[in-house]
Protein backbone atom coordinates (compact mmCIF):
# COMPACT_ATOMS: atom_id res chain seq x y z
CA UNK A 1 0.00 0.00 0.00
CA UNK A 2 1.40 3.25 -0.81
CA UNK A 3 1.16 5.60 2.43
CA UNK A 4 -1.54 8.32 1.72
CA UNK A 5 0.84 11.52 0.69
CA UNK A 6 -0.61 15.10 2.08
CA UNK A 7 1.01 17.79 -0.15
CA UNK A 8 -0.36 20.60 1.84
CA UNK A 9 -0.02 18.58 5.25
CA UNK A 10 1.25 21.04 7.26
CA UNK A 11 -2.28 23.83 6.20
CA UNK A 12 -4.64 20.69 6.41
CA UNK A 13 -3.66 20.05 10.01
CA UNK A 14 -4.06 23.89 10.82
CA UNK A 15 -7.12 23.93 9.39
CA UNK A 16 -8.11 20.73 11.48
CA UNK A 17 -7.54 23.17 14.92
CA UNK A 18 -9.86 22.29 17.46
CA UNK A 19 -9.82 18.86 16.76
CA UNK A 20 -7.29 17.05 19.20
CA UNK A 21 -5.93 13.40 19.04
CA UNK A 22 -3.62 11.76 16.84
CA UNK A 23 -6.16 10.95 14.02
CA UNK A 24 -6.44 7.94 12.09
CA UNK A 25 -5.63 7.85 8.22
CA UNK A 26 -8.72 6.15 7.38
CA UNK A 27 -6.88 5.64 3.92
CA UNK A 28 -3.79 4.31 5.57
CA UNK A 29 -6.02 2.32 7.81
CA UNK A 30 -7.84 0.16 5.51
CA UNK A 31 -7.15 -3.77 6.33
CA UNK A 32 -7.54 -4.64 2.67
CA UNK A 33 -3.41 -3.25 2.52
CA UNK A 34 -1.14 -5.80 0.56
CA UNK A 35 2.44 -4.18 0.47
CA UNK A 36 4.15 -3.19 3.34
CA UNK A 37 3.69 0.56 3.81
CA UNK A 38 6.18 3.54 4.11
CA UNK A 39 5.20 5.46 6.96
CA UNK A 40 3.72 9.04 7.03
CA UNK A 41 5.96 11.24 8.87
CA UNK A 42 3.36 13.76 10.62
CA UNK A 43 5.73 17.59 10.64
CA UNK A 44 4.44 20.35 12.98
CA UNK A 45 3.88 23.93 11.05
CA UNK A 46 7.16 25.26 11.16
CA UNK A 47 5.75 29.02 11.16
CA UNK A 48 2.97 28.51 13.58
CA UNK A 49 3.72 26.83 17.44
CA UNK A 50 2.55 23.82 17.79
CA UNK A 51 -0.27 23.01 20.70
CA UNK A 52 -2.49 20.11 20.96
CA UNK A 53 -4.92 21.21 18.77
CA UNK A 54 -2.37 20.46 16.09
CA UNK A 55 -3.51 16.35 14.68
CA UNK A 56 -1.05 14.38 13.16
CA UNK A 57 -1.68 11.36 11.27
CA UNK A 58 -0.39 7.65 12.31
CA UNK A 59 -0.34 5.33 9.83
CA UNK A 60 -0.75 2.24 12.01
CA UNK A 61 -1.63 -0.67 10.00
CA UNK A 62 0.85 -1.48 7.37
CA UNK A 63 0.04 -3.95 5.18
CA UNK A 64 2.06 -6.68 6.52
CA UNK A 65 -0.12 -7.14 9.13
CA UNK A 66 -2.89 -7.91 7.18
CA UNK A 67 -1.09 -11.18 6.01
CA UNK A 68 0.17 -11.63 9.84
CA UNK A 69 -3.48 -11.69 10.43
CA UNK A 70 -4.23 -14.12 8.24
CA UNK A 71 -1.30 -16.37 9.33
CA UNK A 72 -2.80 -16.24 12.40
CA UNK A 73 -6.28 -17.02 11.26
CA UNK A 74 -4.83 -20.08 9.69
CA UNK A 75 -2.46 -21.41 12.78
CA UNK A 76 -5.01 -21.39 15.03
CA UNK A 77 -5.90 -24.81 13.37
CA UNK A 78 -3.38 -26.21 15.03
CA UNK A 79 -2.98 -24.98 18.67
CA UNK A 80 -5.20 -26.25 21.69
CA UNK A 81 -4.88 -22.34 23.45
CA UNK A 82 -4.23 -18.83 22.91
CA UNK A 83 -2.65 -16.42 25.16
CA UNK A 84 -3.04 -12.80 23.80
CA UNK A 85 -0.59 -10.48 25.87
CA UNK A 86 -1.96 -6.74 26.38
CA UNK A 87 -0.32 -3.79 27.65
CA UNK A 88 -2.26 -3.63 31.39
CA UNK A 89 -0.87 0.34 30.83
CA UNK A 90 -3.73 0.24 28.17
CA UNK A 91 -5.62 -2.83 28.36
CA UNK A 92 -8.21 -0.98 26.03
CA UNK A 93 -5.73 -0.12 22.86
CA UNK A 94 -3.36 -3.11 23.13
CA UNK A 95 -6.65 -5.54 22.96
CA UNK A 96 -7.47 -6.98 19.61
CA UNK A 97 -10.93 -6.25 19.26
CA UNK A 98 -11.35 -9.44 17.13
CA UNK A 99 -9.76 -12.04 19.19
CA UNK A 100 -12.59 -13.70 20.23
CA UNK A 101 -14.25 -14.46 17.00
CA UNK A 102 -10.92 -15.48 15.84
CA UNK A 103 -10.80 -17.76 18.34
CA UNK A 104 -13.92 -19.75 17.78
CA UNK A 105 -14.56 -20.76 21.66
CA UNK A 106 -11.08 -22.04 22.26
CA UNK A 107 -9.86 -21.29 25.39
CA UNK A 108 -8.20 -18.36 25.98
CA UNK A 109 -5.74 -16.41 28.65
CA UNK A 110 -5.23 -13.13 28.78
CA UNK A 111 -2.11 -11.96 30.13
CA UNK A 112 -1.76 -8.27 31.16
CA UNK A 113 1.91 -7.65 30.45
CA UNK A 114 4.43 -4.57 31.92
CA UNK A 115 2.04 -4.30 35.35
CA UNK A 116 5.16 -3.25 36.66
CA UNK A 117 4.63 -0.25 35.27
CA UNK A 118 0.79 0.18 35.38
CA UNK A 119 -1.28 1.05 38.59
CA UNK A 120 -1.26 -1.57 40.61
CA UNK A 121 -5.16 -0.65 41.70
CA UNK A 122 -6.44 -0.42 37.99
CA UNK A 123 -4.53 -3.69 36.76
CA UNK A 124 -6.60 -5.43 39.90
CA UNK A 125 -9.56 -3.68 38.28
CA UNK A 126 -9.12 -4.84 34.80
CA UNK A 127 -8.62 -8.88 35.80
CA UNK A 128 -11.85 -8.65 37.15
CA UNK A 129 -13.36 -7.24 34.09
CA UNK A 130 -11.61 -9.11 31.55
CA UNK A 131 -11.95 -12.98 33.20
CA UNK A 132 -14.73 -15.23 32.11
CA UNK A 133 -15.70 -18.59 31.82
CA UNK A 134 -13.58 -19.20 29.06
CA UNK A 135 -11.28 -16.43 29.74
CA UNK A 136 -9.00 -16.02 32.32
CA UNK A 137 -6.89 -12.87 32.94
CA UNK A 138 -3.35 -13.11 34.64
CA UNK A 139 -1.55 -10.01 35.65
CA UNK A 140 2.54 -10.72 34.57
CA UNK A 141 5.66 -8.55 34.69
CA UNK A 142 8.15 -10.79 32.82
CA UNK A 143 10.81 -7.95 33.56
CA UNK A 144 11.23 -9.74 36.83
CA UNK A 145 9.02 -13.03 35.95
CA UNK A 146 6.43 -11.88 38.41
CA UNK A 147 3.04 -13.65 37.51
CA UNK A 148 4.30 -15.58 35.29
CA UNK A 149 4.26 -19.31 37.21
CA UNK A 150 0.50 -19.23 37.36
CA UNK A 151 0.47 -19.40 33.60
CA UNK A 152 0.48 -22.80 32.91
CA UNK A 153 -1.71 -24.14 36.36
CA UNK A 154 -4.24 -21.81 34.44
CA UNK A 155 -4.05 -23.07 30.83
CA UNK A 156 -4.00 -26.90 32.35
CA UNK A 157 -7.25 -26.20 33.98
CA UNK A 158 -8.84 -24.44 30.98
CA UNK A 159 -7.61 -27.19 29.11
CA UNK A 160 -8.41 -30.12 31.19
CA UNK A 161 -11.62 -31.05 29.01
CA UNK A 162 -9.19 -31.30 25.73
CA UNK A 163 -6.66 -33.64 28.30
CA UNK A 164 -9.47 -35.90 29.06
CA UNK A 165 -10.18 -35.65 25.02
CA UNK A 166 -6.44 -36.69 24.47
CA UNK A 167 -6.24 -39.64 26.72
CA UNK A 168 -9.57 -40.96 25.72
CA UNK A 169 -8.24 -41.26 22.54
CA UNK A 170 -5.06 -43.23 24.00
CA UNK A 171 -2.62 -40.65 23.57
CA UNK A 172 -0.12 -40.14 26.64
CA UNK A 173 0.75 -37.20 27.93
CA UNK A 174 -0.08 -34.90 24.95
CA UNK A 175 2.08 -31.84 24.12
CA UNK A 176 -0.34 -28.96 24.64
CA UNK A 177 0.23 -25.94 21.62
CA UNK A 178 -0.65 -22.24 22.91
CA UNK A 179 -0.48 -19.43 20.59
CA UNK A 180 1.52 -16.26 21.98
CA UNK A 181 -0.36 -12.71 20.19
CA UNK A 182 -0.10 -9.53 20.80
CA UNK A 183 0.36 -5.62 19.62
CA UNK A 184 4.12 -4.95 18.88
CA UNK A 185 6.62 -5.29 21.22
CA UNK A 186 4.71 -6.34 24.15
CA UNK A 187 6.31 -8.52 25.36
CA UNK A 188 5.22 -11.31 23.79
CA UNK A 189 8.68 -13.28 23.27
CA UNK A 190 10.14 -12.11 26.60
CA UNK A 191 6.88 -14.10 27.69
CA UNK A 192 8.12 -17.44 26.20
CA UNK A 193 11.57 -16.97 27.54
CA UNK A 194 10.33 -16.55 30.95
CA UNK A 195 8.14 -19.84 30.52
CA UNK A 196 10.94 -22.04 29.06
CA UNK A 197 13.12 -20.30 31.72
CA UNK A 198 15.42 -19.66 29.35
CA UNK A 199 16.53 -17.52 26.63
CA UNK A 200 14.73 -19.05 23.66
CA UNK A 201 13.03 -16.03 21.26
CA UNK A 202 15.04 -12.95 19.96
CA UNK A 203 13.32 -10.00 22.22
CA UNK A 204 14.21 -6.21 22.10
CA UNK A 205 12.95 -2.95 23.38
CA UNK A 206 11.51 -1.64 19.50
CA UNK A 207 8.08 -3.09 17.83
CA UNK A 208 8.97 -5.45 14.89
CA UNK A 209 11.58 -7.63 16.37
CA UNK A 210 9.62 -11.44 15.44
CA UNK A 211 9.22 -11.46 11.96
CA UNK A 212 7.37 -14.74 11.58
CA UNK A 213 5.78 -17.58 13.57
CA UNK A 214 8.43 -19.35 15.32
CA UNK A 215 7.53 -22.89 17.68
CA UNK A 216 9.08 -23.47 20.75
CA UNK A 217 8.88 -26.17 23.52
CA UNK A 218 9.01 -24.48 26.80
CA UNK A 219 8.78 -27.28 29.43
CA UNK A 220 7.29 -30.41 29.33
CA UNK A 221 4.04 -30.85 27.10
CA UNK A 222 3.70 -26.99 25.75
CA UNK A 223 4.99 -25.74 22.62
CA UNK A 224 4.07 -22.14 22.61
CA UNK A 225 4.25 -19.96 19.27
CA UNK A 226 5.69 -17.20 18.63
CA UNK A 227 4.21 -14.51 16.64
CA UNK A 228 4.74 -11.43 14.89
CA UNK A 229 3.29 -8.30 16.85
CA UNK A 230 -0.04 -7.13 15.43
CA UNK A 231 -1.88 -4.22 15.00
CA UNK A 232 -5.73 -3.80 14.41
CA UNK A 233 -7.62 -1.21 12.74
CA UNK A 234 -9.66 0.83 15.21
CA UNK A 235 -11.48 3.35 13.52
CA UNK A 236 -13.90 4.09 16.32
CA UNK A 237 -11.16 5.62 18.43
CA UNK A 238 -8.37 8.42 17.53
CA UNK A 239 -6.97 7.81 20.57
CA UNK A 240 -5.73 4.55 20.18
CA UNK A 241 -3.15 5.41 17.74
CA UNK A 242 -1.59 7.87 20.47
CA UNK A 243 -1.79 5.29 22.91
CA UNK A 244 0.21 2.74 21.32
CA UNK A 245 2.71 5.40 20.41
CA UNK A 246 3.15 6.59 23.79
CA UNK A 247 3.94 3.23 25.53
CA UNK A 248 6.07 2.06 22.34
CA UNK A 249 3.93 -0.34 20.36
CA UNK A 250 4.80 2.11 17.18
CA UNK A 251 7.44 3.40 16.34
CA UNK A 252 8.56 6.50 16.74
CA UNK A 253 9.97 7.22 13.25
CA UNK A 254 6.09 7.47 11.86
CA UNK A 255 5.21 10.60 14.24
CA UNK A 256 5.79 14.15 14.77
CA UNK A 257 7.71 13.47 18.47
CA UNK A 258 6.88 16.87 20.11
CA UNK A 259 3.32 16.80 18.80
CA UNK A 260 3.35 13.34 20.54
CA UNK A 261 4.90 14.63 23.76
CA UNK A 262 2.13 17.88 23.75
CA UNK A 263 -0.65 15.22 23.89
CA UNK A 264 1.10 12.94 26.47
CA UNK A 265 0.90 16.20 28.48
CA UNK A 266 -2.45 17.21 28.10
CA UNK A 267 -3.48 13.33 29.09
CA UNK A 268 -0.81 13.70 32.49
CA UNK A 269 -2.66 16.66 33.71
CA UNK A 270 -6.10 14.98 33.11
CA UNK A 271 -4.65 11.88 35.24
CA UNK A 272 -3.10 14.37 37.50
CA UNK A 273 0.32 12.05 38.24
CA UNK A 274 2.40 14.16 41.02
CA UNK A 275 5.39 12.57 39.64
CA UNK A 276 5.06 14.62 36.46
CA UNK A 277 5.46 17.86 38.02
CA UNK A 278 7.95 16.60 41.04
CA UNK A 279 10.22 15.20 38.13
CA UNK A 280 10.24 18.21 36.10
CA UNK A 281 9.59 20.56 39.15
CA UNK A 282 6.15 22.00 37.23
CA UNK A 283 4.64 24.60 39.85
CA UNK A 284 0.72 24.89 39.91
CA UNK A 285 1.05 27.81 37.80
CA UNK A 286 3.15 26.11 35.21
CA UNK A 287 0.82 22.55 35.24
CA UNK A 288 -2.17 25.34 33.86
CA UNK A 289 -0.32 26.43 31.34
CA UNK A 290 -0.99 24.85 27.61
CA UNK A 291 0.72 22.04 26.87
CA UNK A 292 2.91 23.27 24.13
CA UNK A 293 4.28 26.15 26.37
CA UNK A 294 4.75 23.28 29.21
CA UNK A 295 7.11 21.48 27.05
CA UNK A 296 9.47 24.66 26.58
CA UNK A 297 9.59 25.13 30.41
CA UNK A 298 10.06 21.60 30.95
CA UNK A 299 12.92 22.13 28.30
CA UNK A 300 14.09 25.09 29.77
CA UNK A 301 13.85 23.46 33.48
CA UNK A 302 16.30 20.18 31.84
CA UNK A 303 18.85 22.87 30.56
CA UNK A 304 17.60 21.96 27.34
CA UNK A 305 18.36 24.97 25.30
CA UNK A 306 19.26 25.55 21.53
CA UNK A 307 21.43 28.70 20.11
CA UNK A 308 19.90 31.94 21.57
CA UNK A 309 18.53 30.43 24.69
CA UNK A 310 15.43 28.86 22.95
CA UNK A 311 13.90 26.01 24.38
CA UNK A 312 14.70 22.86 22.60
CA UNK A 313 11.50 21.39 22.22
CA UNK A 314 12.45 18.66 20.29
CA UNK A 315 14.62 16.75 22.65
CA UNK A 316 12.95 17.33 25.31
CA UNK A 317 9.95 16.23 23.83
CA UNK A 318 12.08 12.56 23.20
CA UNK A 319 13.32 12.85 26.96
CA UNK A 320 9.77 12.59 28.60
CA UNK A 321 8.15 9.84 25.93
CA UNK A 322 11.70 8.09 27.10
CA UNK A 323 10.80 8.36 30.81
CA UNK A 324 7.22 7.83 30.09
CA UNK A 325 7.90 4.68 28.73
CA UNK A 326 10.55 4.10 31.33
CA UNK A 327 8.40 4.40 33.75
CA UNK A 328 10.16 6.79 35.17
CA UNK A 329 7.25 9.19 35.64
CA UNK A 330 5.57 6.60 37.83
CA UNK A 331 3.19 3.07 37.50
CA UNK A 332 0.41 4.93 35.42
CA UNK A 333 -2.52 3.14 33.51
CA UNK A 334 -3.73 4.84 30.87
CA UNK A 335 -6.92 3.85 30.58
CA UNK A 336 -9.81 2.49 33.06
CA UNK A 337 -12.31 0.02 32.98
N1 LIG B 1 9.16 -3.19 32.13
C1 LIG B 1 8.86 -4.27 31.46
N2 LIG B 1 9.42 -4.52 30.26
C2 LIG B 1 9.06 -5.64 29.61
C3 LIG B 1 8.14 -6.57 30.13
N3 LIG B 1 7.99 -7.58 29.23
C4 LIG B 1 8.78 -7.29 28.18
N4 LIG B 1 9.43 -6.12 28.40
C5 LIG B 1 10.36 -5.45 27.49
O1 LIG B 1 9.61 -5.07 26.33
C6 LIG B 1 10.45 -5.08 25.19
C7 LIG B 1 9.77 -5.87 24.08
O2 LIG B 1 9.77 -7.25 24.40
P1 LIG B 1 9.60 -8.39 23.28
O3 LIG B 1 9.48 -9.67 24.01
O4 LIG B 1 10.65 -8.28 22.24
O5 LIG B 1 8.20 -7.97 22.66
P2 LIG B 1 7.41 -8.70 21.48
O6 LIG B 1 5.97 -8.61 21.83
O7 LIG B 1 7.95 -10.05 21.22
O8 LIG B 1 7.72 -7.69 20.28
P3 LIG B 1 7.65 -7.96 18.68
O9 LIG B 1 8.35 -9.25 18.39
O10 LIG B 1 8.40 -6.78 18.15
O11 LIG B 1 6.22 -7.94 18.31
C8 LIG B 1 11.77 -5.68 25.64
O12 LIG B 1 12.69 -4.62 25.89
C9 LIG B 1 11.43 -6.38 26.94
O13 LIG B 1 12.52 -6.43 27.85
C10 LIG B 1 7.57 -6.29 31.41
O14 LIG B 1 6.73 -7.03 31.97
N5 LIG B 1 7.97 -5.13 32.01
MG1 LIG C 1 8.77 -10.88 19.56
Known amino acids: MKPTKKPNQKNNRRQ ?15 PAAQKPAKP ?16 QIIQWYPGHMTKTKRRIEKDLKLVDAVAEIIDARIPVSSRNPDIARLTAGKPRVVLLNKCDMADRRATDRWVTVLSSE ?34 AKGMVNPSLRVMIVGIPNVGKSTFINRVAKRTKAVSADRPGVTRGNQWFTVG ?39 LLAI ?22 EELEMPSFELLGVIAKHR ?35
Open 134 to 167: NVRAIPVDCKSGRGVDKFVPVLTELLQPRIEAYK
Open 220 to 258: KGFEMLDTPGVLWPRFDDQTVGEHLAFTGAIKSDVMDTE
Open 263 to 284: RLIDLLKTLDVPEFSERYQLSA
Open 40 to 55: VKAKKPKSAPISSEHT
Open 303 to 337: GMLIAGGEPDTERVAYTLLDEFRAAKLGRITLEMP
Open 16 to 30: QGGRSGARMNAKAAK
